[in-house]
């Protein structure tokens, strides 16, 4: 192990799917061997106590005053080739599909169902209860106007058609800036406990989707060019054009997973001003709504 600081990353003993230690060291394996100067270094791993010692890695946080650029961009693109570059390599190292993997629009779309009916306003403060059930309102709303938008805009074959598993590829999954760091040689990526084999669609989709480090618009054309390796960009555009829909829908349902009743009692116990932080979440997401009801975008 080199000298210097490390880090010392620890998972709860929780049964997930992929498993999250797993996970991590499979893709850090795989990203040491392949694109070493974009992932940090696996040093050791304790697997029976759930624990990794992990390379410090010395740069700046990407967040809303510090966008990527384009030079990160293509930062980005490289580290996703090269994870994507041997795939005897990965197929040995990685055996599982990443987090929230489906193969089907329609199977995305059940998912969703699911995430929408898990938020609630059980055991929310009674000053915010209002708020919350007047935004659950609205997404429910959405929910329902966008499906109806998708069946009608789209054949049913295209909605649950499935990806073949020649056209997967490793995704980092939960990729983007705000799990990196702007480093002297480029990005560093880093938190791939949700990784595995996935639809690239879905991989470039989330890629601009996730708002914590919002990716412009304006680089897609690169982001999707150099992310399509083994599907054809038809095929790509395809599955983009119907799921991001779908997964715009997820993302809001992710920003309020504080209004997951299956998870609140937790996150209540790990966040200070929780009350505060839920408010924040739910206007955010309430905003959005409204702007799309307002302007009638299906």
């Not at 059980?122 to 429910?140: A, M, P, R």
């Not at 980092?172 to 669609?201: M, Q």
């Not at 914590?212 to 897609?220: G, L």
Request: aromatic fraction near 12%; glycine fraction near 2%; include cysteine.
């Amino acid at each position: 192990m080199d000298s210097g600081p490390v880090i010392l990353k620890h998972f709860p003993f929780k049964k997930t799917y992929p498993d999250r230690f797993s996970a991590e060291c499979d893709l850090l394996t795989l990203a040491n061997r392949l694109s070493p100067k974009n992932a940090p270094k696996l040093f050791k791993q304790d697997k029976s106590n759930r624990i990794m010692i992990l390379e410090f890695v010395n740069g700046e946080p990407y967040n809303q005053k510090n966008l990527p650029t384009m030079k990160d961009i293509e930062g980005a693109v490289e580290f996703y080739k090269k994870i994507n570059s041997d795939i005897n390599m990965s197929r040995k190292t990685i055996r599982h599909f990443a987090s929230d993997y489906f193969p089907s629009t329609f199977e995305h779309m059940n998912h969703v169902d699911q995430r929408i009916k898990n938020l609630s306003d059980y055991q929310i403060n009674d000053s915010l209860k209002n708020e919350v059930q007047y935004c659950l309102d609205l997404l429910e709303k959405h929910w329902r106007e966008l499906k109806t938008f998708i069946f009608k805009e789209y054949s049913a074959s295209t909605i649950s058609k499935k990806i073949s598993m020649e056209d997967l590829q490793i995704s980092p999954s939960d990729f983007g800036f705000h799990n990196a760091l702007r480093t002297n040689t480029g990005p560093v990526f880093f938190d791939f406990e949700f990784s595995g084999w996935d639809d690239p669609a879905k991989t470039i989709i989330d890629f601009f989707l996730q708002p914590s480090v919002p990716v412009s618009n304006i680089y897609f054309d690169r982001v999707r060019e150099g992310f399509t390796l083994q599907s054809s960009n038809d095929k790509i555009m395809d599955r983009i054009a119907c799921l991001h829909l779908v997964l715009r829908t997820k993302w809001l349902c992710i920003i309020l997973n504080v209004l997951n009743k299956n998870r609140r009692k937790e996150m209540e116990h790990a966040v200070k001003n929780f009350d505060k932080i839920t408010l924040e979440k739910v206007t955010y997401v309430k905003r959005i709504l409204e702007e799309e009801e307002h302007f009638g975008i299906y």
